[in-house]
């Protein structure tokens, strides 16, 4: 088991670990991911969320050279593209939306990374996260910022993803919601 993300041996906060899971055929890597939320931006804050996802980059390029079956899950605070949001036109200002972290996350993908609901749908209005104030929940203005990044060997073996909105109604909700998927035993 990995905790902390490699690459900055000062940094003290608990937003990454990552664990080998033996299956019956194999393992299966998988890597929870509490990415900075970098607001607000410019700042201090949003520069460590720049070099966060620069090590990350760093720490899952090596992690691809293993071939192996992996999954980066997590909140990744990253609304990838405009149909991730209710409201794009209200996130242009925010870390979460800004082009320089959209492109980080692209550089991610890049690696050869699938975006496990991505690969299974494109429709717009799949949403994770709703925030506590404002409705946000009864009138469905929400943002996809939790994410499930999927090696090929991962994504070969996908057999099912799901957002499981149903959670955010529940009493004392999170405002996030989990997104699940199923990786076949191979």
């Given at each position: ?43 201090e804050k949003y520069a460590y969320k720049l070099a966060f996802m620069d090590r990350l980059i760093r720490h ?48 991610l993908l890049a690696l050869g990374f699938a975006d496990a609901l991505r690969a299974a749908s494109d429709e717009s209005g799949l949403y994770t996260f709703w ?56």
């Open positions: 088991m990995t905790r902390g993300l490699p690459g900055d041996p000062n940094d003290e906060q608990a937003r990454y670990i990552e664990a080998v899971i033996p299956t019956a055929r194999g393992a299966v890597r998988l890597a929870s991911v509490y990415l900075p939320n970098g607001n607000p931006a410019p700042g899952a390029r090596e992690l691809m050279t293993y071939e192996e079956p992996l999954a980066l899950a997590g909140d990744f605070n990253v609304i990838p593209e405009r149909r991730d949001a209710a409201h794009p036109e209200l996130w242009g200002k925010d870390a979460l939306f800004l082009p320089q972290t959209r492109a980080k996350f692209r550089e925030d506590y104030q404002a409705g946000a929940w009864p009138k469905n203005n929400g943002i996809r910022i939790d994410h499930v990044l999927l090696s090929p060997q991962a994504a070969d073996r996908l057999a099912w993803v799901e957002i499981d909105k149903d959670m955010r109604g529940r009493e004392k909700a999170s405002d996030h919601v989990p997104v699940r998927v199923e990786i076949k035993d191979a």
